[in-house]
T-cell receptor, first 114, second 116 residues
Framework: AQSVTQLGSHVSVSEGALVLLRCNYS??????LFWYVQYPNQGLQLLLKYTSAATLVKGINGFEAEFKKSETSFHLTKPSAHMSDAAEYFC????????????FGTGTKLQVIP | EAGVTQSPTHLIKTRGQQVTLRCSPISGHTSVYWYQQALGLGLQFLLW???????NRGNFPPRFSGRQFPNYSSELNVNALELEDSALYLC???????????????FGDGTRLSIL
């Protein structure tokens, strides 16, 4: 079964610093991968998705993620953190074909320190 | 384009009661998903409906059930409520049928259910 692991339930960065949120997947077949963001009292919003077209995926709000098959990773990065980036981030993955359910990671709360 | 809408936004129930949560997907989306987000437990998959059929189910007891209507809206029913059912219930929708799994899910803002 597809599983997704997010390393670090809480990450703190200074405003203007690099944001790096880690996600690893386990699968013998490269899956489709997604990053979502959740602000307090809201649902999840899609940041970006990987569907095998390109390994470097650019998303909204300046975020990007790189699919690395050799490392089974799909880490989310942003060069310079902004206060508005403080939220919870979820990595998700799904295998292709049939009614495969999406598996979400446990989430990483990002704190941005002024 | 209207997003995924959920109702009600907040609900307070007592143990043993029953509750129905409602979800309207984005126009044109045929798949509806339900998730439970309890404090400290992450996002737990509940149910997936597509074209009116249940396509997949998470590891929840049978007292969690639902259905999808011909207009693709959906209901989640929870019977015999327990304290641990207190959570944010999120609905999401996606386009594509036949299990097109590369389509991202679009989420509503959820229903906050509190069990006293």
């Amino acid at each position: 079964a597809q599983s997704v692991t997010q390393l670090g339930s809480h990450v703190s960065v200074s405003e203007g610093a690099l944001v790096l949120l880690r996600c690893n997947y386990s699968s013998s077949v490269p899956p489709y991968l997604f990053w979502y963001v959740q602000y307090p009292n809201q649902g999840l919003q899609l940041l970006l998705k990987y569907t095998s077209a390109a390994t470097l995926v650019k998303g909204i709000n300046g975020f990007e993620a790189e699919f690395k098959k050799s490392e089974t990773s799909f880490h989310l990065t942003k060069p310079s953190a902004h206060m508005s980036d403080a939220a919870e981030y979820f990595c998700a993955g799904v295998r292709s074909g049939g009614y495969q359910k999406v598996t979400f990671g446990t989430g990483t709360k990002l704190q941005v320190i002024p | 384009e209207a997003g995924v809408t959920q109702s009600p936004t907040h609900l307070i129930k007592t143990r043993g009661q029953q509750v129905t949560l409602r979800c309207s997907p984005i126009s044109g989306h045929t798949s509806v998903y339900w998730y439970q987000q309890a404090l400290g437990l992450g996002l737990q998959f509940l149910l997936w409906y597509d074209e009116g059929e249940e396509r997949n189910r998470g590891n929840f007891p049978p007292r969690f059930s639902g259905r999808q209507f011909p207009n693709y809206s959906s209901e989640l029913n929870v019977n015999a409520l327990e304290l641990e059912d207190s959570a944010l219930y999120l609905c999401a929708s996606s386009s594509g049928t036949g299990g097109t799994s590369n389509q991202p899910q679009h989420f509503g803002d959820g229903t906050r259910l509190s069990i006293l």
